[in-house]
C-alpha cells in the first residue's frame, strides 16, 4: 500500500517536491472493526477473535513511527519474517482464485478470511479511516480501490495490494493480475511493471543511493513505452505500517543523498500507465484513477538491504 496515502510530487527531475496528505481520522475499534465509510454504500461490521494482535491505529493506542530510516537488528528482521511470508501466501492464494464474474468485495472477504485463519490481522482495515481488508485497483484504478460492487470481466487487470499485521509487524506486498485474456497493451504494461519493480530491487545494497532506485525504474518504464506515475511512493515498514525512508520511483535530485544501510526494510512499489500519469482522487476519498482512463499496473514487495545486496522479504520459496 503506497505510502502515507499521500500524493508525493517529484517529477520530472529537479522539480519541487511537495507532499500532501490524503488523511481521515484513524476510526478507532478494539474487537469489533467498523469497515463502513461515509461516502460508502455498503456497511459491514467485522469481528476480530480476541486472540488476534491489533495494531495501534486500530486500538487507539499511542506509537511511534521512526524519524529516520531504521536500521533493524538480526532479532527484529526474523521477528518481521513471518508477516512478510504470510502477506505473500495470502496474495498468492487470492491470484489463484481470481475469475471472471468475481466481485471485488468477494477479494476482500478472501483475505480476511485468511488474515483470521492464520492469526493475522488485514492492516489496511481501518488504517487512517480505509474501510476494507485490502485494496483491489481494476484498469484504470491506479491504487486505493476499495472492494465493493465491481465484477470482474474478461481482460480485466487487477492489482491486489496485501498487507498484514502478524506478530507485531507489518508485512507488504501487492500483484497485478490478468482476468482471462487481455489485449495485447494490456498485458505489456502488467510486464513492464513487473520488471520496473525487480530492476528497482536489483539496486539495492547497503551503502547504494536511494534515489539509484528511482532512476532504474523511470528508465526501464520509459525504455518499455510506459509512463510511471510520480505521486506515489514506497515506505519503510516495521512494527509500523508506513514510515521513513519515502522511496521515489521516479529520478529527483530532491531525494538527496540518503543510502541505503543494512538492515533497513522498505517497499519498492512503482505504478506505471499506458497514457498520462496525471491523475485524479475520487469522491469516497480514497479511490485514485488516470484522468484520462489509462490502465495502471503495479508489482509490490517488502525487502531487506543487506551488506551484499538485498533480500525479498515477501518472496515465498
Known amino acids: 500500500m503506497t505510502s502515507k496515502i499521500s500524493l508525493v510530487v517529484m517529477y520530472p527531475k529537479n522539480s519541487i517536491i511537495s507532499s500532501f496528505c490524503l488523511l481521515k481520522k484513524p476510526l478507532l475499534a478494539r474487537r469489533s472493526c467498523n469497515s463502513n465509510s461515509p461516502k460508502s454504500k455498503s456497511y459491514s461490521k467485522l469481528i476480530i477473535p480476541k486472540t488476534i494482535s491489533l495494531p495501534p491505529y486500530v486500538t487507539g493506542e499511542d506509537y511511534v513511527v521512526p524519524h529516520s530510516a531504521e536500521i533493524k537488528s538480526p532479532q527484529e528482521i526474523n521477528d518481521m519474517r513471518p508477516a512478510c511470508l504470510l502477506a505473500a501466501s495470502i496474495l498468492k492464494f487470492v491470484g489463484n482464485n481470481l475469475k471472471i464474474g468475481m466481485r471485488t468485495d468477494e477479494i ?13 490481522y488485514p492492516s489496511p482495515l481501518n488504517f487512517k479511516g480505509f474501510p476494507k481488508s485490502v485494496c ?34 507489518h508485512g507488504d506486498t501487492s500483484e497485478t493480475f490478468i482476468i482471462g485474456e487481455a489485449d495485447e497493451q494490456s498485458k505489456s504494461l502488467v510486464k513492464a511493471a513487473e520488471r520496473c519493480r525487480d530492476a528497482g530491487i536489483r539496486v539495492c545494497s547497503h551503502g547504494t543511493p536511494l534515489s539509484v532506485i528511482g532512476d532504474i525504474i523511470y528508465n526501464t518504464a520509459t525504455e518499455a513505452g510506459f509512463q510511471v506515475v510520480p505521486f506515489f511512493c514506497g515506505h519503510g515498514i516495521g512494527r509500523y505500517f508506513h514510515g521513513p525512508p519515502d522511496i521515489v520511483h ?51 514487495h517488502t525487502i531487506l538491504v543487506t551488506r551484499g545486496g538485498f533480500e525479498i522479504l515477501t518472496m515465498q520459496a
Open 136 to 169: 483491489t485497483s481494476v484498469n484504470e484504478v491506479v491504487c486505493h480501490g476499495i472492494p465493493g460492487s465491481h465484477t470482474l470481466k474478461n481482460g480485466d487487470i487487477i492489482n491486489v495490494d496485501v498487507t498484514v499485521f502478524y506478530k507485531g509487524y
Open 108 to 120: 476482500d472477504a478472501l483475505v480476511y478470511a485468511k488474515c483470521i485463519e492464520a492469526g493475522a
Open 250 to 300: 521516479v529520478p529527483c535530485d530532491l531525494v538527496g543523498d540518503q543510502k541505503m544501510l543494512e538492515g533497513m526494510t522498505f517497499t519498492i512499489e512503482p505504478i506505471l500507465c499506458d497514457g498520462s500519469p496525471d491523475i485524479r482522487i475520487e469522491d469516497d476519498g480514497w479511490t485514485v484513477v488516470t484522468q484520462d482512463g489509462s490502465r495502471s499496473a503495479q508489482f509490490e
